[in-house]
């Protein structure tokens, strides 16, 4: 009974996914049918914010990756404290929906734990109160908030991972987890369902990184060299990442993305758009709308619209997996720059012991 409701929660909520159509479990192939066995066996079930990658497979497999080998596999730090960081890290992204899936985690971990002291840090422990305000400052250049005792790596790690997934999922998911026309009487115990489905895998290290290709990490990510394990996910997702988007981002767009980038302070742009306006008008126009996708997807996921991803379809006569692949290198572009931030506050920035 159980795994039926799940089940047909899990396509209703697939159903959810916007702008793109995921490739259903079932009907999966190749490295696609890789990355979903592996979901479900070590998440509980092929969660929407993987699966709306699945149109673009290396992108798919470089955010399992991520997720898998930062959050999911057991290290130093506790699940709950990693579950911790991702909560706080969608918080301050202002992502409901990855705010609710990993709150509800945390909780599934320690019962009792208090939702809103999650969000606002108001937490009794000393220790997840401590890693709660490293989390929320994490997103910020020269925050000056000193980051949580033990392997440095594997908090940075899920806070990239998170940079990187909250973008996708305010562009491509709704607010709510919760399956559509699920009754209000009942959302907490789905949630629960869905949390002790999420915690109650003890995943092996290093099972995805054979779906990755071999790749130097990035200097702005140097702080992972020191943990052998998330440095392999981080440079292979970001090479993934790289791959897939090759042929869809022009390299005026991508100078374009980083030249903001270099100038942000951290903060969602807006709440109006004529910023990215005003940034696409020296593109040319047949790459004014990817430029604009892109700027928006890496500084203000919130504002993207319908529209932005069918001026961008239009223009470069895109499908679903350019669609993905363009956004997926905005918001890899977004996480390396908060990952470059972060090396001021690694005990070993360069990955030497």
């Not at 092929?46 to 930062?70: D, F, G, I, K, Y």
């Not at 054979?210 to 990510?221: S, T, W, Y």
């Not at 306006?277 to 996921?301: C, F, N, S």
Request: hydrophobic letters at 45%.
């Amino acid at each position: 009974m159980k795994n039926a409701i799940m089940a047909n929660g899990l396509r209703r909520s697939l159903a959810q996914i916007r702008y793109v159509s995921p490739v259903m479990p079932g009907t999966a192939r190749g490295l696609v049918a890789s990355v979903y066995a592996q979901a479900e066996s070590d998440f509980g079930m092929v969660a929407p914010p993987v699966a709306l990658h699945s149109p673009a497979p290396s992108a798919l497999a470089a955010s399992w990756a991520m997720l898998r080998e930062t959050l999911l596999v057991t290290g130093q730090a506790d699940r709950v404290e990693k579950e911790l960081v991702a909560a706080t890290v969608s918080a301050a992204n202002t992502c409901p929906y990855c705010v609710a899936v990993h709150t509800a985690a945390a909780q599934d971990l320690i019962p009792g734990l208090d939702v809103a002291g999650i969000a606002s840090g108001n937490l009794v422990d000393p220790r997840l109160k401590e890693i709660a305000d490293w989390a929320r400052s994490s997103g910020l250049p020269g925050s000056g908030q000193s980051p949580p005792p033990g392997n440095f790596a594997e908090f940075a790690g899920v806070a990239v991972t998170f940079q990187y997934l909250n973008r996708m999922v305010t562009i491509f998911l709704p607010e709510s987890p919760l399956p559509p026309m699920t009754p209000k009487a009942v959302g907490g115990w789905v949630m629960g369902m869905l949390a002790s489905a999420m915690t109650s895998g003890s995943p092996a290290p290093g099972a995805a990184l054979d779906m990755l290709p071999d790749a130097r990490l990035p200097e702005e990510l140097s702080w992972a060299a020191g943990d052998s394990r998330i440095a392999a996910a981080l440079a292979g997702a970001a090479a993934a990442i790289e791959d897939s988007a090759a042929e869809v981002v022009m390299p005026p767009v991508r100078e374009l993305v980083a030249g903001r980038l270099r100038g942000w302070d951290g903060r969602p742009l807006g709440p109006g758009r004529a910023w990215a306006e005003e940034a696409v008008a020296g593109l040319d126009a047949a790459d004014q709308p990817a430029g604009r996708l892109a700027l928006l997807t890496a500084l203000a996921p919130y504002q993207v619209g319908k529209a932005d991803v069918g001026d961008f379809r239009s223009a470069a006569n895109a499908g679903d997996e350019a669609v993905v692949s363009l956004t997926s290198w905005a918001s890899m572009a977004a996480a390396r720059t908060v990952g470059s931030w972060l090396r001021e506050q690694s005990p070993d920035p360069a990955g030497q012991s």
